[in-house]
């Protein structure tokens, strides 16, 4: 008799939690785009801006990441190569393209990101349709199309109305090429088929008895969002609201919920000493080292919030050999986060060990024995 993992519920972790975490984030992205008047400095990210979305979210959730690795010893001695040679590969790969152009780094950097961005959606959408059983190979297309389409129509209307008031890292990073208005409006109409179809398809299973509610709930704040984020306005401001906190609240409370599980399990670990003091302890951890992370970038590279981190508007420029070192360094953690959470979500590692199974309980499926 083998075990498996199965749903417990239709959500992943409760109906209050998920409506919290996946509606209440865009709630609150949606609510502060209208503000930027008021809480930006003319659109642009003011200091607590900054560390209220970038440091406190965007980043934070990258450094996440370690309570699912490298802050768990029988993790790593279960994948060395990957834990090892994933940074490094980030590291050497950025110092090569960053001495060849550091455009080039920073573009490569950028769309790997959105890559990210956009399969972080469809993550989501694929851990609900398995909650609720939808095996069909139907439902996946129609749900793949839906995410897909509502990102890439507010980046190829992006790309077609270069300059932006906003950049992904950097001015420039997109790539400036001529895109069709025929084209960016033919993705546009194929958003909204994709879309539509996706409702009639909820529709009707919901007449049956099924209502999806936590992967309609994601579906549609994706479209919201990354529409409003990109096409509807134009600010700095606006775009990180719209963009980070959809994001990475949701991935912070999946690798805290994580962390609880390998904590219960495991509670001589590092991650069990963490977890004592509880979710001040988990998100502190990440703040700290994401204002560390951030301190250094601004007092080496950016020298953009000195009311932050010290230093001054004006301060010295590296070199461009010690550029093209630092400046791929730094962004190790952000890069590996990118390579990582491609490979560490999936279902086959819920059967192959004890990591996998606190994985699967994270994710809301609970182990029982199956004939």
Known sequence: MNERALPASPWLWSRTTDVAVFGGSAAL?????????????????????????VVAVDVAHVWSTLFRTYLDREELLRRPALYAGA??????????LHLVSSAWFWRALAYVAVFHFVRQQVGWVAVYRARAGERSTVDRAIDDAAIYLSTLYPLAWWHAHLPRGFEWFVEGDFASFAVSPTFVSAIGVLEVIALSVYAIRAVERGVRGTWN?????????????????????????????????????????????????RAADRPRATVASTMKLGFAGFYGLLVSLAFAEEMVWDRLVWHAHPT????????????????????????????????????????????????????????????????
């Open 308 to 371: 932050l981190f010290g230093g001054t508007v004006d301060g010295e420029e590296l070199g461009r050999i010690a550029k093209a070192v630092v400046v791929p360094l730094l962004a190790v953690p952000q890069a590996t986060h990118y390579i990582l959470d491609a490979v560490l979500w999936r279902s086959k590692d819920a059967r192959s060990s004890a990591v996998g199974r606190a994985q699967a309980a994270a994710l809301g499926f609970t182990w029982r024995k199956a004939g």
């Open 213 to 261: 509610c936590g992967k309609h709930l994601v579906v549609a704040t994706t479209a919201l969002t990354w529409f409003t984020g990109i096409v509807a306005t134009n600010t700095d401001f606006q775009f990180t609201a719209a963009n980070v906190i959809v994001h990475g609240v949701p991935y912070t409370a999946l690798l805290y919920v994580y962390a609880k599980e």
């Open 87 to 96: 940074p490094l590969a980030c590291f050497t790969g950025g110092v090569a």
């Open 29 to 53: 992205a949606l609510a502060l785009v209208p503000l930027s008047p008021v809480l930006s400095d003319g659109g642009a990210l003011s200091a607590w801006g900054f560390l209220a979305l």
